[in-house]
């Protein structure tokens, strides 16, 4: 047993895995441009504060899971790592103001977020989020823009048969109304609710529409849903979003216990799921409205909405489906030597060849140059460069490793002809 291992919950990504996170992340980052958001950083922790207020504190995410920092001193501020970028990204939109700039702000961030999880597979306690916000827009249009932009990145990704749910939770005109109906109704069935419920049914009812609870399927399927409660403005919406999906062609399922249990969420809510997983608690990813929020954190009322995606989720659904997720590049070149000691002439050459951009590896082991192109050739190594007794003339061996041939260079065309043959081999 290693004496030091990776916290419970995280993992180290190996190469391997951080390869396909990489092609995520940069699949990611390459549709955010395409759809007019900017890329920004928010601090990986905050003060709890901002995920209080920004998240909920009836939230499971703040209850039970909200990862907090040992104050430093006694009158330090509190602090904890992000659960998720929303509240940094909507702290960062007031304090900032970017009320100012022309409307929508149309902000992403990807990395690394952190919850006090119970660490299960597809649930751990650093994981990589993408996460796109869009403010200053109230919709139903862009609802539908955002919706498509993570429909497309699960298609482009290679997740196959992602099925959108969709929902509207109603505003703050019909939504209270809705509320009452609803706690009225879990009311009458007070005794049959397990312990947990019925605690959350005075703090925060909808949330019992979210319960994982198998003793609460029946009451959920039998309770009022907020689709047969909502005003006319937000019924006008919520068809609205619809039309636009249908004209981009995005496949959804209205899914009316699809809630988000806070009062700054409005109207528009909407999970990714893999198909035939829909019912399990783990979404591929999910976002929504949230006209609220943003003057709950200070700012001018101002409407939003946005998704995270959860980057792990999809790395495990590759997986399982047989895709490979990323391909490490292998080096285009190994620089091997037929004198064993002689080191340096390797190193200057994979020197020379780095600072033309090209990828190789130096075989700096004393080994016997038989056993360097054995590693070449399990590396994937496309050539080696062999350095002998033509260096003298300042020529050296370019071997090509899949063909089998090998010609006399001169050093100063080396980085060139490997550029080329990179080029004709998409290599390197
Ligand atoms: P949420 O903010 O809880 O809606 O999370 C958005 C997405 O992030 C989820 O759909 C998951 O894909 C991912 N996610 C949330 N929590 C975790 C976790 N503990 N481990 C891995 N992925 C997570």
Not at 43 to 69: H, M, N, W, Y
Not at 254 to 261: D, F
Not at 383 to 408: M, S
Request: aromatic fraction near 8%.
């Amino acid at each position: 047993m290693p004496p030091y291992r990776a916290p419970r919950g995280t993992r180290d990504l190996l190469p391997e895995t951080r390869a396909g996170l990489s092609r995520l992340e940069g699949l990611a980052r390459s549709l955010a441009a395409r759809y007019g958001y900017r890329e920004m950083e928010i601090p990986l922790f905050e003060q709890t504060a901002v995920f209080e207020r920004g998240i909920g504190e009836t939230t499971d995410v703040i209850e039970k899971e909200l990862f907090r920092l040992a104050p430093r001193s006694e009158d330090s501020e509190a602090w904890a790592l992000r659960p998720e970028a929303t509240a940094g990204v909507v702290r960062a939109y007031v304090q900032h103001g970017m009320q100012t700039w022309p409307q929508p702000v149309k902000l992403t961030v990807v990395g690394p977020m952190f919850r006090y999880d119970r660490p299960q597979a597809g649930r751990y306690r650093q994981f990589w989020q993408w996460d796109v916000e869009v403010m200053g827009d109230p919709g139903p249009g862009v609802d539908a823009e955002v919706i498509e932009l993570g429909w497309r990145f699960y298609l482009e990704a290679g997740v196959p048969e992602v099925q959108v749910l969709v929902n509207s939770i109603g505003d703050s005109a019909c939504r209270p109304a809705y509320l009452a109906t609803l706690k009225a109704y879990f009311a009458r069935h007070e005794a049959e609710l397990p312990e947990l419920e019925r605690r959350r049914l005075e703090m925060n009812p909808l949330r019992l529409l979210d319960s994982k609870d198998p003793a609460m399927a029946v009451l959920i399927a039998a309770a009022p849903m907020i689709s047969e409660c909502l005003c006319e403005a937000c019924e006008a919406h919520f068809a609205s979003v619809r039309a636009h999906l249908d004209a981009v062609g995005v496949p959804y399922r209205i899914e009316p216990t699809l809630v988000r249990g806070l009062d700054y969420y409005a109207r528009t809510a909407f999970e990714y799921y893999r198909r035939g997983a829909e019912g399990q608690q783990q979404a591929l990813g999910g976002g929504g409205r949230y006209d609220g929020l943003i003057e709950l954190l200070g700012g001018r009322p101002t409407p939003g909405i946005g998704f995270a995606l959860g980057l792990d989720r999809v790395l495990l659904a590759l997986e399982e489906a047989g895709a490979e997720a990323g391909r490490e590049a292998p080096p285009l070149a190994l620089v091997a030597g037929a004198d064993p000691a002689d080191t340096v002439s390797r190193l200057r050459v994979a020197s020379l060849l780095r600072a033309e951009g090209l990828s190789v590896r130096a075989e700096l082991a004393h080994r016997k140059l038989g056993r360097q192109l054995e590693t070449a050739s399990k590396e994937h190594a496309h050539f080696a460069v062999i350095i002998g007794d033509e260096l003298a003339e300042g020529n050296v061996q370019l071997k090509d490793l899949e063909a089998g041939t090998q010609r006399l260079v001169p050093l100063a065309d080396l980085a060139r002809e490997l550029a080329r043959a990179a080029k004709s081999h998409h290599h390197g």
